[in-house]
């Protein structure tokens, strides 16, 4: 029987040499391994009372719609600047090279509502920080941050713990 780790493609030295690039598209590619997946994730939030899953851009777009099906819940999409229509708020973030912005529908969560952060890959953690931001800008609350991997050494847990967040992975490198 494959276990999750099976179905994660590794590729040294990509982007750049010294970098293991851990890749999940071979995971969802496969409804054997997206199956495993989404079930593991879901299973600590099965009576966590969480009221909606948002999602990452772009590959929390489909572990977060899948998860939200699995739990029953509603699924908010967090997109790159430019990305979204109607009323959004946005939230810029540093990058390794510069910075970025994400965006969500200002209108689409309730203030109190419980929310399940969701992303392939937590590494410094600066993106799902400002997913949260973005949340509790409306009123809602974060309650969880879950991902398939995380790699340890580059410091998003840490940061994430830091402000007093519960950090989930499936993989921890």
Request: proline share 5%; aromatic share 6%; net charge negative.
């Amino acid at each position: 029987m494959k276990t999750l780790e099976d179905y994660i493609r590794v590729t040294p030295d990509f982007p750049k040499p010294g970098i293991v690039f851990r890749d999940i598209s071979t995971l969802v590619a496969d409804p054997d391994g997206m199956r495993l997946c989404v079930s593991q994730l879901a299973e600590p939030y099965r009576a966590a009372g969480i009221d909606r899953v948002a999602g990452l851009e772009a590959r929390g777009f489909i572990l977060g719609a899948a998860l939200a099906l699995e739990l029953g819940k509603g699924f908010l999409p967090i997109r790159k600047k430019g990305k979204l229509s109607g009323p959004v708020i946005g939230e810029s973030y540093a990058l390794e090279y510069g910075e970025a912005e994400i965006e969500m529908n200002d209108d689409v969560l309730r203030p109190g509502e419980r929310v399940l952060m969701v992303d392939d890959l937590l590494a410094t953690g600066g993106t799902a920080e400002a997913g949260i931001n973005l949340v509790e800008r409306v009123g809602a609350k974060v309650v969880s941050c879950a991902f398939v991997v995380d790699l340890l050494d580059v410091g998003g847990r840490a940061r994430l713990e830091g402000r007093g967040m519960e950090v989930f992975s499936l993989l921890r490198y």
